[in-house]
């Protein structure tokens, strides 16, 4: 995950200091740690909801933004890199300018 955010960044010009949130897949609370860790990204700006959701798999991404957007986390012009993987090795990322 930590290099599909890497990617994602390099093929828009940006960095790890331009994230504003960083909403990954949320199989399990130590990967959103691990992740951050990695990146060197606060752990503030990782937005985790695996402790209220648990694993809800391909929806998690989706209940995170909703959380972040519900809870006024994001403002025009943030940048949000959501980030995910599956079984086979396979990952994605996406980042938006909000």
Known sequence: ?????????????????DISLLIPHQANDRISQMVAKKLQIPIEKVVRTIDRHGNTTAASIPIALDEAIREGKLKEGDIVVLTAFGSGYTWGSAVIRW
């Open 1 to 17: 995950m930590p290099e599909a955010v890497k990617v994602g960044l390099e093929h828009n010009g940006l960095t790890i200091d």
